[in-house]
């Protein structure tokens, strides 16, 4: 869909790296003001309005000559996306486990993001992609942003009500001792 040149591309992955730095930079903030799940559901949801809008601008709706320009700023979507569902998927994970297992936890979400993301998720996109077309491609992903956003949302309230965050202090004073 994008027919663009080897060096357009890796302006997109430029811009698109640089756009994580801010939000890795106010993480903290960020994450005081939404919360874990808030910033993953934000990251969701700005990952299905990116899709939206890609899939618009790959429609024939905007011309050859401004698509361009269109994906390029749709590229700054993509850093805080990114960026806000790493951030707080990793600093839920460290609040959970205790001092123990925290680098344990870290591995199996940096296995599941390759695995099921780079892995799974690349090769069932790009299936679709080569045998349905972009269009179809983008429709779809919407459909997993959306999956996800409601299980990331029922998930919260779960947690809320029934996973009680462990105390720090405790554990660490209890696997010293």
């Known amino acids: 869909d994008f027919e663009r040149s080897r060096r ?5 992955t430029l811009v698109s790296v640089l756009s994580t730095l801010p939000v890795y930079h106010y993480s903290q903030k960020i994450r005081e003001i ?3 799940f808030g910033m993953i559901q934000s990251s969701l949801l700005i990952a299905a309005l990116r899709l ?3 899939k618009f601008a790959c429609s024939g709706a905007v011309s050859d000559g401004g698509r361009t320009a269109w994906l390029l700023v749709l590229q700054l979507l993509h850093g805080y996306h990114f960026a806000a569902n790493w ?3 990793v600093e839920f994970l ?3 486990a205790s001092r123990r297992n925290r680098s344990l936890m870290q591995f199996l979400l940096n296995m599941s993001y390759f695995t099921a993301g780079a892995g799974a998720g690349n090769l069932w996109w790009s299936v679709v992609y080569e045998n349905q077309g972009g269009q179809e491609a983008y429709s779809r992903g919407l459909w997993l942003c959306m999956l996800d956003y409601v299980f990331v949302r029922l998930f919260s309230s779960y947690k809320k009500h029934h996973i009680p965050t462990p105390d720090r202090r405790e554990s660490s004073e209890i ?3």
């Open 8 to 12: 357009i591309q890796g302006v997109f």
């Open 34 to 36: 939404m919360g874990h």
């Open 52 to 54: 939206c809008l890609t």
């Open 87 to 89: 951030v707080a998927s």
């Open 94 to 96: 460290d609040t959970m």
């Open 175 to 177: 696997e010293s001792g």
